[in-house]
T-cell receptor
Framework: EAQVTQNPRYLITVTGKKLTVTCSQN?????MSWYRQDPGLGLRQIYY???????DKGDVPEGYKVSRKEKRNFPLILESPSPNQTSLYFCASTKGGSSYNEQFFGPGTRLTVL | GQQVMQIPQYQHVQEGEDFTTYCNSSTTLSNIQWYKQRPGGHPVFLIQ?????EVKKQKRLTFQFGEAKKNSSLHITATQTTDVGTYFCAPTDSWGKLQFGAGTQVVVTP
């Protein structure tokens, strides 16, 4: 089944404790991205990747890191989480090297930083 | 940069009624996508519009792209409880930058 998976689905952590949210897709998509969703603000792009070893900042990259060592995986890293990073996070993948095509979203990761 | 305004933010609809949600951009768009997110779920792609003035239909949903490619609308006829959720527009500007609107949250009263 074609899908985007994220882990963990729920996470409660404390300020400053490094964490990684994994994202994997099995559709051989080149383009992957991370979004955060907050009430009234819609989906805001954090980082995106057009292919392996090619990443770039989205609209709200501060406090986040990403890497793209393999085509299928695009982990999101919070080196020192803070309470304002409490949010719902979605990973998405798209066929091709741009955002012009349909995006397939993962199930989401709800993160709470205390 | 591109500014996307989606209105209304909330829409309460009686089952069987029609409603429309609008997406407006400050810049000319390359294309626009629409997504639906059910409560507790993730966004799911509905449709993509590319041409000026384009109109596409999916059963009771009608999507339209403005003539100037700066706005779009989603019209739902005879609303059903299955239409509950948040509808997002996601325009792409001429530089390939994709941005999501804040969404229209739809609540349907039986």
């Amino acid at each position: 089944e074609a899908q985007v998976t994220q882990n963990p689905r729920y996470l409660i952590t404390v300020t400053g404790k490094k964490l990684t949210v994994t994202c994997s897709q099995n559709m051989n998509h080149e383009y992957m991205s991370w979004y955060r969703q907050d009430p009234g603000l819609g989906l805001r792009q954090i980082y995106y990747s057009m292919n392996v070893e090619v990443t770039d900042k989205g609209d709200v990259p501060e406090g986040y890191k990403v890497s793209r060592k393999e085509k299928r995986n695009f982990p999101l890293i919070l080196e020192s989480p803070s309470p304002n990073q409490t949010s719902l996070y979605f990973c998405a993948s798209t066929k091709g090297g741009s955002s012009y095509n349909e995006q397939f979203f993962g199930p989401g990761t709800r993160l709470t930083v205390l | 940069g591109q500014q996307v305004m989606q209105i209304p933010q909330y829409q309460h609809v009686q089952e069987g009624e029609d409603f429309t949600t609008y997406c407006n951009s400050s810049t000319t768009l390359s294309n626009i996508q629409w997504y639906k997110q059910r409560p507790g779920g993730h966004p799911v792609f509905l449709i993509q519009l590319v041409k000026s003035g384009e109109v596409k239909k999916q059963k009771r949903l009608t999507f339209q792209f403005g003539e100037a490619k700066k706005n779009s609308s989603l019209h739902i006829t005879a609303t059903q409880t299955t239409d509950v959720g948040t509808y997002f527009c996601a325009p792409t500007d001429s530089w390939g930058k994709l941005q999501f609107g804040a969404g229209t949250q739809v609540v349907v009263t039986p």
